[in-house]
């Protein structure tokens, strides 16, 4: 069995609220009777993509005791994100890694389109995806953008495009049991391409979804957290607040 946490879009921008919310769920993941496998984070990670927002960014992470795996979002900037948070070479292009862990592939993917809201998989990102689809092995898609519209008008407006490109390699490869996003600001499960697609709650703030009235973003709801339970290549998922 392999247990992993996932949070989404912290939006961390030297703000001490931004902070405290993001110190919350990790100190709450910290404080598990049972460590989560890996720790994973899909996307929006900082707010305005800057070097002293990914060292900060790089500093609370830190504090987790487990792999912490992670993938850009549109507000993320390749360049100091790869500087600052992973200790590379500052260059632009894709930043997609594959993990093994408890005998899950994981594939934490770069579908952001630079200085856009919306998502796409470019040639390369998709070609990476097939060359890392091992044969056999349980495998996870992580990505910032979610390939299935929210019901929400403004968000269905900056999700993934083109997500035909994703679902194919989805359906041609069985060994893959779910797709994870974040983007949504909002908990969320659904189906796409026939697997199960699970979007993880915001740390930041939550999405209001139209039938809920009010203005689009609440800045009250507690930050979340999401669990992903894989069995027998089965996913069951826990939503909680931190």
Known sequence: MALLAQISDLHLDGTERAADRARRVLDYLNGLARPVDALLVTGDIADHGTEPEYEEVAGLLATVSVPVLTCPGNHDVRGPYRKALLGDEPTGGPINRQHTIAGLNILMVDGTV?????????????????????????????????????????????????????????????????????????????????????????????????????????????????????????????????
């Open 114 to 242: 630079p200085a856009k809201g919306h998502g796409y998989l470019d040639d390369e990102t998709v070609g990476w995806i097939v060359d890392h689809l091992r044969d056999g092995t349980p495998t996870l898609i992580a990505l910032h953008h979610p390939p299935a519209r929210m019901h929400e008008p403004f968000l269905d407006g900056i999700l993934l495009h083109e997500p035909d490109r994703l679902a194919a390699l989805v359906e041609g490869h069985p060994q893959v049991i779910a797709v994870l996003a974040g983007h949504a600001h909002t908990a969320c499960a659904t189906t796409f391409a026939g697997k199960p697609l699970i979007v993880a709650p915001a740390v930041t703030y939550t999405l209001r979804m139209p039938w809920e009235g009010g203005s689009l973003d609440n800045w009250d709801q507690p930050p979340g957290v999401a669990f992903h339970v894989v069995e027998d290549n089965q996913l069951t998922t826990h939503f909680r607040v931190a």
